[in-house]
């Protein structure tokens, strides 16, 4: 069965840096689309990076602080977080999809950043 499996969420100051990881099962990360996401209490989920293949792309508010690697050999996908704000506050979940514009079809269960100011 497929598993998605985040980790590295925590409690730090703003101006900190955070790497968040997703471990997977079940499929390879190297065949798949894998996207990070992100949901704060009582907002709709926002869409934070993801990669596929050789490429990267991100949402506009993490843009050029946040940055999606993927290590195949580990079949894990992390999301490096700087220069956090507060507003990065969120429930940050890592999902997969295998068509280019399809549906996620796994997700994980989230891990919880908070960025205190």
């Known amino acids: 069965q497929v598993q998605l499996v985040e980790s590295g969420g925590g409690l730090v100051q703003a101006g900190d840096s955070l790497r968040l990881s997703c471990k997977a099962s079940?499929?390879?990360?190297?065949?798949?689309?894998m996207a990070w996401f992100r949901q704060a209490p009582g907002t709709v989920r926002e869409f934070v990076g993801t990669i596929r293949d050789s490429t990267t792309r991100y949402g506009d508010s993490v843009r050029g602080r946040f940055t999606i690697s993927r290590d195949n050999v580990r079949n894990t996908v992390y999301l490096q977080m700087n220069s956090l704000k507060s507003e990065d506050t969120a429930v940050y979940y890592c999902a997969a999809r295998r068509s280019f514009g399809g549906v996620y079809d796994y997700w994980g269960q989230g891990t919880q950043v908070t960025v205190s100011s």
């Open positions: 079940g499929l390879t990360v190297s065949n798949y689309g």
